[in-house]
């Protein structure tokens, strides 16, 4: 299994994780990031020491083309001095070289391979953790949100709402009492208000007619020239102020029985 995969495998069992384990998913999230970029410190060591074998092979690669070519160069001057022999000896040597730097290709070419395909997996990974960190700010926004509802739930089922609010209806039922009183007395007052000031004027006119009952019976003026009765006459008359007590006594019982 190589390196990238067992990242993967490491960060999806990270994940299932969070979504299996029953605990703080907030100190969950920071413990899987934390994990990736312990993995990512990982992955660029390995990139690094890839790149430096790289470049090893391309430094022993390019060696031994300067030895064949050298020994090329050695086998065509031996040539021209006429010693074939050592002309062979010199092809041989290139010919060990030609060999090493084949070799070295070959491997050179691999390391390429896996320093390509390391970096872009380390920029995948350099990627999927500056996700994972934005889906952890969004997750722990989430997770405060759900928190804070979850104690305003909590609040609100605690409270005895039926009793709060027996207790102002209760408060209300007073209120309206009070006012109801207060409106009564107010009309009492009013009402008490008005009959006595029909009283008086019921008064007034009582006295009105007694005072014109008292003129209608008074007895006419007697004219100047009239001869007056004589004294023993006047006193076998009735008195007339005998006459209008009684007739006010009878006034005042009609009265009362009004």
């Known amino acids: 299994m190589g390196l990238f995969d067992r990242i993967k495998r490491v960060v999806s069992s990270n994940l299932n994780d969070l979504v299996n ?4 998913p907030e100190k969950m999230l920071e413990q899987a990031i934390l994990e990736m970029q312990e993995d990512l410190v990982q992955l660029r060591g390995g990139v690094a ?12 690669y390019n060696g031994a083309q300067n030895e064949i070519n050298k020994w090329q160069r050695n086998a065509q001057l031996a ?3 006429g010693d074939e022999n050592l002309a062979r000896q ?18 050179l070419d691999t390391q390429r391979t896996q320093v390509e395909t390391l970096k872009r997996n380390l920029i995948q990974l350099e990627s999927k953790i500056s996700e994972a960190k934005t889906k952890k700010e969004m997750l722990k926004a989430r997770i405060t949100t759900a928190k804070a509802q979850e104690q305003l739930q909590s609040m609100v089922s605690g409270m005895n709402t039926s009793s709060a609010m027996s207790a102002f209806e209760r408060m209300e039922e007073k209120v ?3 006012e109801s009183k207060a409106q009564a ?3 009492l007052a009013g009402a008490n208000l008005e009959t006595q000031f029909a009283q008086l ?6 006295d009105d007619e007694l005072a014109a009952l008292k003129a209608q019976m008074l007895p006419p003026a007697t004219p100047q020239n009239q001869p007056q009765l004589p004294p023993q006459q006047q006193t076998t008359a009735p008195k007339s102020s ?4 009684t007739e006010l006594d009878s006034l005042r019982k009609q009265l009362d029985q009004l």
């Open 21 to 24: 384990k029953a605990e703080d």
């Open 49 to 60: 020491q890839t790149i430096a074998a790289q470049k090893r092979s391309e430094i022993q």
């Open 79 to 81: 040539l021209q001095k």
């Open 90 to 107: 010199a092809l041989e040597r290139k010919k060990t070289y030609t060999d090493t730097s084949v070799a070295l290709k070959a491997s």
């Open 176 to 178: 309206l009492i009070q």
């Open 185 to 187: 007395l107010g009309e």
């Open 201 to 206: 004027e019921g008064g007034s006119d009582v």
């Open 242 to 245: 005998e006459v209008v007590d």
